[in-house]
């Protein structure tokens, strides 16, 4: 016995008929093995194994209950059988949702699941549990079903096997009407299909191609149509098969071809000025087969227009309206539509040539003025009328009347000319050109000493103070003259005083150095020593330094500070300095903010120590001989 199977198991008495009348009763002893009818003794194999049954005789009032009786069948695994259970489907390439499924004899919980395959996967798949095939080519499809064992319960099922013929599928093209069902026709115009048509089954193997059903009247070229003729050109589209797609249907549309209408365009507009004579306007057309394109002006006395070529006379300043047109030509087009254009006639434009300046750059000089040269020319000239005008575009720096420029400040100075326009000429565009200022950094001059002293050429200059910092040189601003003799403190101006005003200077230190002719000892600046000073003093410069050989010396001084003598940031330093030679004896100190003690350099304070040795040899000797 296998599993699955039933059996009836009967159980017989000694006595025929059963004396006591009771019905024998049956059990399984092994009811994970099999199960038992109980009246009837039919017995059900559950798993493989040892199935045992007892059979049982109930007693009554005259016979006592009988012996229960066993007995063992052997219950084996079974072998399902397998069977196709759909017809064959009918499969075309791409079918993803036929399956082909099989039925076993072996069900319920304890048997395994049927397993799907496919050999001859470049043709299809098919799903291992669901059996649905997936048809990818066109051929011979070949699957199996298997079931495998079960413990206990059924052996491997034999695979069954199956083959399926996967055909060709079928394509189907879509080709929507033409966007543009009537065009006007041009000879050799062009234009695209479109819509194109789509397929059902797109493929760059099988690409959906296009061709004339009507060759008189137009011609394709990939989807390109070519217009040959007016009339209704028929388009054909067309996919061909392959190893698993047939040949799709042809469709066809129509777009109908009629006499074109000329489309006319303007080019480029000329720029004109009363009396041009040489430029043209033209119209280009759609249609290079049509008619000669023809021109008038609906303004004659400001332009007139050749009929043929579009030159344009242009006679007066205003708006003249160029009109082109461009007949019929019978059997092919209709006349266009007639284009206006207006175009100004303007004045003629001046232009102005300004050279650089000569020179291009000049030294400061406040209030200075020089002369605008070389001169701006013109290439339409007329002095009366339309003159070449100056003027300054740097107005703290400049200023520029007529042909004349005065200088205000160091710096760069941009002289601008321009010419005025009038009915026949355009106002010129602006030229400019540039002046540099340059600030005085350095000053020489004649010193003014002491009759006893040679005069000599002495050389200032300056560091700091900003770019633009740098002396007035106008007369009388800047100079070497002579000095105030001897000081009170005994020291004598020997090379005279330099005296300086400073222009354009920002509030940084500017250092002051000064190349004398003949060495000095120190130095003295006269003015207020501060700012609410009622009268010039002699004071120490700031900073002040001289070189060893007393022919170099150098200073400090800022705007709106001590050695300006006016006190004010305003961008002007007035510094008067003195030179000095060293005096027989030290003053006392003099009154406040003002140093009285003179400046000697290297060598004047070796020569006073030395002194001092001297002098005190002298008294010592003095005292031993007394």
């Keep these: ?146 079931q495998a064992a079960s413990a206990d319960y059924y052996d491997k099922a034999d695979q069954i096997d199956n083959t399926l013929t996967v055909g060709k599928a079928s394509q189907t093209l879509t080709f929507p009407a033409q966007t543009t069902a009537t065009r006007e026709f041009a000879l050799n115009g062009t234009f695209d299909v479109l819509p194109v048509a789509t397929s059902d089954h797109p493929a760059t193997t099988r690409p959906v191609k296009y061709s004339s059903a009507t060759a008189s009247v137009c011609e394709v070229t990939g989807t390109t149509v070519t217009m040959k003729s007016a009339g209704t050109c028929t388009l054909n589209a067309n996919q061909d098969g392959d190893d698993d797609y047939t040949a799709a249907a042809q469709q066809q549309r129509s777009v109908q071809l009629g006499e074109a209408k000329p489309t006319l365009t303007w080019g480029t507009v000329p720029s004109l000025v009363v009396g041009d004579k040489t430029k043209s306007l033209v119209a280009s057309s759609s249609v290079s087969d049509g008619s000669a394109v023809q021109y008038s ?26 009109v082109a047109n461009q007949p019929a030509k019978t059997n092919f087009y209709v006349a266009a539509d007639a284009i206006e254009k207006d175009i100004e006639i303007g004045q003629t434009a001046q232009t102005l040539t300004f050279p650089a300046q000569s020179p291009a750059e000049r030294p400061f000089q406040r209030n200075t003025t020089f002369d605008v040269s070389p001169l701006a020319t013109s290439d339409h000239v007329d002095e009366a009328n339309r003159p070449v005008t100056y003027s300054s575009t740097t107005a703290a720096v400049c200023q520029v009347t007529g042909k004349t ?46 009759t006893d002293t040679p005069s000599g050429t002495a050389t200032v200059t300056l560091d700091g103070g900003g770019d633009t910092c740098g002396f007035d040189t106008t007369a009388g601003a800047t100079a070497f003259e002579k000095g105030p003799g001897t000081l009170a403190t005994g020291e004598t101006s020997k090379q005279g005083q330099f005296r300086f005003k400073l222009l354009d200077c920002d509030q940084t230190a500017v250092k002051v150095t000064i190349q004398w002719p ?104 003095r005292r031993k001989a007394a």
């Design 297 to 322: 002006s609906k303004d004659a006395a400001i332009c007139a227009v050749d009929s043929t070529s579009g030159v344009i006379d242009a006679k007066k300043k205003g708006t003249c309206t160029i």
């Design 518 to 621: 003949q060495p000095v000892a120190g130095m003295r600046k006269l003015g207020k020593a501060t700012r609410d000073a009622d009268k010039a003093t002699f004071f120490a410069p700031t900073d002040l330094a001289i070189s060893k050989d007393g022919l170099t010396t150098s200073y400090t001084v800022k705007d709106g500070e001590l050695g300006d003598d006016d006190w004010t940031v305003n961008g002007e330093i007035v510094d008067p300095v003195v030179s000095l030679q060293a005096a027989p004896v030290t003053p006392p100190a003099g009154p406040s903010g003002a140093v009285s003690v003179p400046f000697l350099n290297m060598g004047g304070l070796a020569l006073l120590s030395l002194m001092a040795s001297v002098m005190g040899a002298l008294g010592l000797r």
């Design 1 to 146: 016995m296998s599993v699955d199977q039933k059996l009836t198991q009967t159980a017989t008495t000694t006595v025929t008929p059963i004396p006591s009348g009771n019905a024998v009763k049956y059990k399984s002893n092994t009811t994970t093995v099999c199960s038992v009818n109980g009246s009837t003794g039919e017995v059900t194999a559950l798993k493989a194994g040892t199935c045992t049954i007892a059979a049982n005789l109930d007693g009554n009032n005259d016979y006592t209950m009988a012996s229960e009786r066993t007995h063992d069948i052997i219950v084996g695994t079974a072998k399902p059988q397998l069977t196709w259970s759909t017809s064959v489907p009918s499969l075309v390439v791409g079918d993803t949702t036929k399956s082909l499924t099989a039925t076993s004899t072996a069900t319920g919980t304890n048997a395994s699941l049927l397993v799907y395959s496919s050999t001859t996967q470049t043709v299809c798949t098919i799903d291992s549990s669901t059996g649905v095939i997936q048809a990818l080519k066109a051929g011979a499809c070949s699957v199996h079903a298997n």
């Design 405 to 450: 420029v005065k200088m205000l400040k160091a710096g760069t100075c941009t002289i601008a000319a321009d010419q005025a326009g009038d009915d026949t000429y355009s106002k010129a565009v602006q030229k400019t050109q540039d002046v540099v200022f340059k600030s005085n950094k350095t000053f020489s001059g004649t010193t003014v000493p002491e």
